[in-house]
């Protein structure tokens, strides 16, 4: 410990990272700020240190991420029901990409390499674990995949996997395989992200009728949807194939009402899971107090067709990103005065600056706006609206 540099006092670091995510909202943090800001020492300082304050220093990095991820994750409160898109793990660099690259392939530890129904869960601070619904030997098979200990916190090569598995019935099985294959056939069109690191991150993967692998994951899902259903199904397969006290009747029946309930869904909105949303740090809509603090009473809102509908119609998609078929999202952010009038529009994020271009050429061409009412009378409020770009969409108005 002689070789911890006596400005490395850990307190004073806390506090301050604190002190970001209070004053900023977790809106302006970043990993490298944080780090450079709370240990006060250059990246290229730290290759001629000794070995033991190198690892001092990754822990600490491993701390301060997680609490950066924890304040994004309390900014995070929509809630879809469908399964979310997953990044490509390759996308992912340094200690987090390396970390996907090594969790998911000792997870799926003698799984089959084309899931039927693959259940995977990345606790925050507990074990990871995964759950594989096969055909062994000809027969329905839940199989189970637990680590020693979490892959995080660990040293590399020191994790093992406790396998287990049990033999199911065939309506079960094929519940299950159903299940899976609709909930990864319906991915949200999403922009942003709802993933924190104050819950549990679930993978589900399935191989559709092409041979093609679907996967799609859910963070932590609000209680009565159907995706917690879904988790809580999968949950109690995992628990099965363990050997505990769970009733293989009991979950066949939980497994076909939940499947009766998605194709319910998909009869009656087969296309609900296409519509563009956003999930992220920024409040999207009208905001429900006035410049002055003051509540709103009746939200400022566009006339006679909602704005989703104006910006729609208005859309000129920039040629060069639609030849290259090019998607994307911009949040704009405004003030719609007394009047309706908007001022002072500007981009809060682009995910192109020619989307970001055609933005606000929208929105500074948009008629007036009923204002926001205070006590009866229209009052100044800010408003950010989400403009989401998809070739497709555009092509087929």
Known sequence: MRYIPQHWNIKPAIRFLFLIMFVTHGKCLSKMFLFSHIFHTPSNLFVSLPTEVTKIRQLMKKIVFTFLLLAFSFRLAAQIDYLEPVRPFSTYKGELGEYYRSVFPLLNTGFQKQPYACFVAIPSFSPEYAMSVEKRNGRCTLVSNTLSRTYWQ????????????????????QSLGAIFRLVTEQIQDLDGSSAGLDGVVYYFFSTSAKGKEQMGRKWSPAKGTLMERLVLVCQSAYMLSKGENISESTLA??????????????????????KPMYVGIYQVGPRSQTLSGKQVEELAHFPDMSAEEYIAGQMIYPESLL????????????????????????????????????????????????????????SDSNYTLYIPFRPENYRAK
């Open 253 to 274: 029946e939980e497994a076909a009402a939940l499947l009766k309930k998605l194709q319910q869904r998909s009869n009656a909105e087969p296309d609900a899971y296409k």
């Open 323 to 378: 030849e290259k078929n090019v998607s994307g999202y911009v949040l704009c952010e405004f003030t719609i005065d007394k009047e309706g009038v908007i001022l002072r529009p500007h981009i809060l994020r682009s995910t192109h600056p020619e989307f970001a271009e055609e933005a606000l050429r929208i929105v500074k061409g948009m008629p007036k706006w009923s204002p926001a009412l205070v006590g009866g009378k229209p």
């Open 154 to 173: 660990a040293e590399k090569g020191t994790v093992k996997v406790d396998t287990k598995s049990v033999v199911i019935s065939a309506s079960l099985y």
